[in-house]
């Protein structure tokens, strides 16, 4: 796709065209990787703003998960000496939401690793987040798995508007990277969930072994089919003990298109920085330019890196966005 024929794909976008994957594959192959950077970020300011959103998450689980993915340093198929423990107390996750808050973040998170989580466990999640919201004005958000209806309506009724479920790679990817579950399997909470009337946050981790068509596919299966509001790009780390601690990284021209190729396809979605930020730290700014509009910030999960909250929020605001919280999220 030529520089010219990338500028006006992202005005037909930005005019509500549904890019298709032959579209999306010929655009985010072309050689002018300037031009596509600057069309994706054309969209984002035309149909995001200059809003930037943050979030934090605190791994309120850890370890012990009977899931088999080749990456993820909490299998109990892999042998990583990550600390292993049960959800954590209340005070704890209280301190650390009221700690995001004073600092600007707009949502926060529990985290917990395994396949779900106990009925028995929810309450106590629930209880959790009821104190939050007496100390803390933040937004709130989960990540616990494959939850049943019920569940997730237990916690939208204690005042959670988002759930995330990552689909992590694209459906016809997914299979070698786990075989424990399936990417329907969680569609089936996502649908659950979206049901009740919360955003969805869904995306995925790059550099696992797929290709670039692949990626597109992912991207649009979370704007057909997951229908994202928050869609999270992470980078794999390779974790020592996983069954991908061998894995080639990628390079940062193949994280930036990525980030660019998922702001085209999926225009309206937050699209945002998450883990393994280590791959291209000093080039944050320039995925600050590729349509990027949204960032975890803090506390990410125990194995992966972050600078801190204060660093993050003067990085954005260098580059004109503005991290001041929205308050129609709490």
């Not at 509500?16 to 032959?22: F, Q, R, T, W």
């Not at 955003?199 to 089919?225: F, K």
Request: aromatic content about 6%; proline content about 3%.
């Amino acid at each position: 796709m030529t520089p010219t024929e990338l500028n006006a794909l992202s005005e037909r976008i930005i005019a509500g065209e549904k890019i298709d994957a032959a579209t999306a594959i010929d655009a985010v192959n072309s050689e002018d990787k300037t031009t596509l950077y600057k069309a994706a970020d054309r969209v984002r300011k035309a149909c995001r703003g200059e809003h930037f959103n943050t979030c934090s998450i605190i791994n309120a689980r850890s370890g012990r998960c009977s899931e088999d993915c080749k990456w993820c340093s909490q299998s109990h198929a892999h042998k990583t000496g990550i600390d292993e423990y049960p959800l954590i107390e209340a005070k704890a996750a209280v301190d650390m939401a009221v700690h995001n808050a004073e600092r600007g973040v707009e949502r926060f998170s529990l985290v917990t690793s395994g396949r779900t989580m106990s009925d028995k466990e929810i309450d106590k999640a629930v209880t959790i987040f009821e104190e939050v919201k007496k100390k803390a004005k933040i937004g709130l958000c989960a990540s616990m798995g494959l939850l049943t209806r019920e569940q997730l309506e237990k916690l939208y009724k204690v005042g959670l508007r988002h759930y995330h479920c990552n689909i992590e790679s694209a459906p016809s990817y997914f299979p070698k990277l786990c075989t424990t579950h399936t990417i329907e399997d969680k569609m089936k909470t996502i649908r659950a969930a979206r049901e009740i009337g919360f955003g969805i946050c869904s995306g995925g981790i790059i550099g696992m072994g797929e290709t670039m068509e692949q990626r597109v596919e992912m991207a649009i299966y979370l704007r057909d089919e997951v229908k994202a509001v928050s869609i999270p790009v992470n980078v794999l780390v390779p974790i020592k003990g996983t069954k991908l601690e061998g894995q080639a990284p990628l390079t940062t021209e193949e994280i930036l298109r990525t980030f660019a190729i998922f702001r085209l396809v999926n225009p309206t979605a937050e699209i945002r920085m998450a883990g393994g930020r280590t791959n291209y730290g000093e080039y944050q700014k320039e995925a600050l330019e590729c349509g990027i509009d949204a960032s975890i910030v803090g506390d990410m999960l125990t194995t992966t890196w972050t600078q801190g909250i204060k660093e993050d929020m003067e990085l954005f605001s260098q580059c004109g966005r503005d991290p001041k919280p929205n308050e129609k999220n709490f």
